[in-house]
């Protein structure tokens, strides 16, 4: 103990805690609830999805006119990365998948130096989440959301700019 009464501890040897949760956070009911909110948002879903969407698309093309830098490449990534945790909420989880599949391409200094000199792979990404959504391919189950997506993953894994 030093003077103030305060005890000192140093997260380094203090060892990892975890919480006691005796029972489930949230119960059945409370997931019926939340479940029944989603469906009667529904169609403002679907607005919210077209909006991301687009949003995406004009930072695609923002990036294309400013001749991809890194700060327009940060843009792009950080739209993608919205789309990437809520297109499964959307009830689009190719969406999802194909927008983790740009982060990973944008996400390393790497990855955005291969993109300034190559841009076609990141406008791929956006091309078939724009598709995804306008022919409602919602998941990768579809013949032609499967087959794009392993397309797009397998490029960026060949890259080898990804984190592993």
């Known amino acids: 103990m030093n003077k103030s009464g305060a005890k000192i501890i140093d997260p380094r040897t203090a060892g990892p805690r975890s919480p006691e949760l005796k029972h489930p956070v949230f119960d059945s009911e409370a997931v019926s609830r939340a479940e029944e909110t989603l469906k009667a948002l529904g169609g403002s879903m679907q607005r919210w999805l077209e909006a991301d969407v687009m949003r995406l698309q004009d930072l695609r093309i923002g990036a294309q006119q400013a001749h991809w830098s890194y700060a327009a490449l940060e843009g792009l990534l950080s739209a993608a990365h919205d789309l990437k945790g809520m297109g499964e909420t959307y009830g689009f989880p190719l969406v999802s998948q194909l927008a983790a599949s740009l982060c990973r391409l944008l996400e ?6 291969v993109v300034q000199q190559a841009p076609a792979l990141a406008c791929a990404h956006v091309d078939a989440i724009r598709a995804a959504v306008r022919d409602g391919v919602r998941a990768e189950t579809h013949p032609l959301g499967g087959a794009a997506l392993a ?10 700019v990804a984190p592993v």
Do not use: F, I, P
Request: no cysteine; hydrophobic share 40%.
């Open 108 to 113: 390393t200094d790497d990855g955005k130096a």
């Open 151 to 160: 397309v797009l993953e397998e490029q960026v894994a060949k890259l080898g």
